[in-house]
């Protein structure tokens, strides 16, 4: 029954095997990105409120979303790395930490950016916008625990449970404009409602968000992909791979 | 089946998961008056929140209670959140997005009055994003509505 899973774990495997996705989910990000952006941009109508600098949605959204949903991809590959002494899991993990740091970062200044015109204020400590900036944190406490050990397994296990103890955080964030008063506005986009926006600003935020997700799963791919080659550049396949590529 | 170390691993990544959440949990709880930004006007009202301190406050602006100074920034207010009401005073430039109705949340110290005396205001708005031209038509609907509730 754990066959597949085994196999899925080969680093070699995986990296033959999503070479061919590569271009497919390339093309559709950048197809995505481009649609998303010229359509919420250029085309969506304005708010009545806010005017033009609402459309800031359209980055500080998608962003937020996939820093929050890679945190998880984070400490599940590092549980599925603990448990299962699964590799490939340890690389995914190791990969995924600085794409998260950056996702981050860009949903802490386009808020920040987006407060000052609207709130009047770049920063303020409410509940949200700390919680997310413990979420940088985090992710980068993870990179720092990847080069602070020599033994590669000892720094696997440090980071994945930091991961997994940091993963409380994610909750936190996403109830955090519910639970206490803050600045923040709820949430816009709910998995049980109906979203709380115009259908003709609501589609291409869409299109973001998928864009965004595609983004992030060919980010980290490549990430994954170059720490294979690291990690295994002793092993006789990496070093075909290279001559190959040389030729 | 799965093998019993993986199985013991599993636990104990279940056990690290759960322990955690346990822990931020109680300490949230414990600390969640000084999580929340501001007080509510009827906390304020309440005497909960401390006068002469440095604090928050938050709520909707009531309608018709901005009232300004024609020689100077000065400007008065009232925020509600339903229950209570807190008068505002505040000297400076208010935020764009600063309105009746919406809501707003001041920095500021309380007086022996009661009174807030703001030395920020901030204007925090809402997850409703509308196009112009829709919210004009709503607002003309309803404005309809009331005249209609009105004559009858």
Redesign the interface.
Known sequence: MWQWFHRLGSPRWFYQTSGKWLPWLGGITFLLLIIGLVWGLGFA??????GNS?RI?YIHVPASFLALAGYYVMAIAG?VG???KMKLADMVMKSAAPLGAALTFVALVTGAIWGK?????YW????RITSMLVLLFLYMGVMALQHSYTSVDAANRASA?LS??????IP?IYKSVD?????H????IKFTEAP???P??FHPLLVMIVGFYCFYALVLILNTRSEILHRERRSSWVKNVVLQNQR | MMNPIRRQRLFLVIFIVVAASLAVGLMTYALRDNINLFYPPSDIAAGEAPPGVRIRAGGMVVDGSVERASDSLFVRFLVTDGEAEVEVHYTGILPDLFATGEAAVVTGELNEQGVFMASEVLAKHDENYTPPEVADAMNAAHERAQQSVDES
């Open positions: 109508p304005r708010d009545a409120k806010q609402f949605i549980a603990l448990i299962w015109p609207t709130w009047g204020t303020v400590w409410d509940a449970v997994l103890v940091g993963m409380v955080n936190i639970w206490w008063y803050t600045l506005q709820p949430a816009t709380t926006m115009h003709d600003m």
